[in-house]
């Protein structure tokens, strides 16, 4: 079956420092790959998305690219910010296994400090 | 911005009564979801409807019922609420595409039951 598997946090950073939440995902078919966030009191919310191999997602200054070989789609972003912090999660949905159901990680919470 | 609601935000009820969650959505979106959030931030589907009168269990056994009569509207109920179901309940619903089949999430209810 389908499963993502992120770092654990929580994860602690100084404001304008580089971020990294590692994700490797497991599928038997052909994947689409989000980043999810979620901020305090709030669902989550799409932050970005790709639907293909070698394909780069990015919204607010975060990216993250659909790596086929190595399985996994990093979150990236060169400066965080105190207004970044939040929970974030990421997922697979394949649309012809699993019934087109997401499969999501556990999360990770970070935390930027100013 | 998503058009998803859940209501109420809050509740507080004692053990032994019904309690109704309300989701709705203007997107006109086939497939609804509820997932149980866990304190530690991840996430369990335990309902999902691919269209009007269709509902199905998810990966985590729940006792709550659920039913999908008009697109729009997805009502969760427990017939008979307990100190387990302490939860966050968030309601999501999909835009069905075949390359990238996004979730949009309701902001939650936060159940307490005494």
Redesign the interface.
């Given at each position: 079956g389908n499963s993502v598997t992120q770092m654990e946090g929580p994860v602690t950073l100084s404001e304008e420092a580089f971020l990294t939440i590692n994700c490797t995902y497991t599928a038997t078919g052909y994947p689409?790959l989000?980043w999810?966030v979620?901020y305090p009191?709030?669902?989550?919310?799409?932050l970005l998305?790709a639907?293909?191999a070698d394909d780069k997602g990015s919204n607010k200054g975060f990216e993250a690219t659909y790596r086929k070989e190595t399985t996994s789609f990093h979150l990236e972003k060169g400066s965080v910010q105190v207004s970044d912090s939040a929970?974030y999660?990421c997922?697979l949905?394949d649309?012809n296994t699993n019934?087109?159901?997401?499969t999501?990680g556990?999360?990770t919470?970070l935390t930027v400090k100013p | 911005e998503a058009d998803i609601y859940q209501t109420p935000r809050y509740l507080v009820i004692g053990t032994g009564k019904k309690i109704t969650l309300e989701c709705s959505q203007t997107m006109g979106h086939d497939k609804m979801y509820w997932y149980q959030q866990d304190p530690g931030m991840e996430l369990h589907l335990i309902h999902y409807s691919y269209g009007v009168n269709s509902t199905e269990k998810g990966d985590l056994s729940s006792e709550s019922t659920v039913s999908r009569i008009r697109t729009e509207h997805f009502p969760l109920t427990l017939e008979s609420a307990r100190p387990s179901h302490t939860s966050q309940y968030l309601c999501a619903s999909s835009d069905g595409l075949a390359a990238g089949d996004t979730q949009y999430f309701g902001p939650g209810t936060r159940l307490t039951v005494l």
């Open positions: 689409s989000f999810y979620q009191g709030e669902g989550l919310q799409l998305k639907t293909k929970v999660f997922a949905s649309h019934a087109g159901k997401s999501f556990d999360g919470t | -």
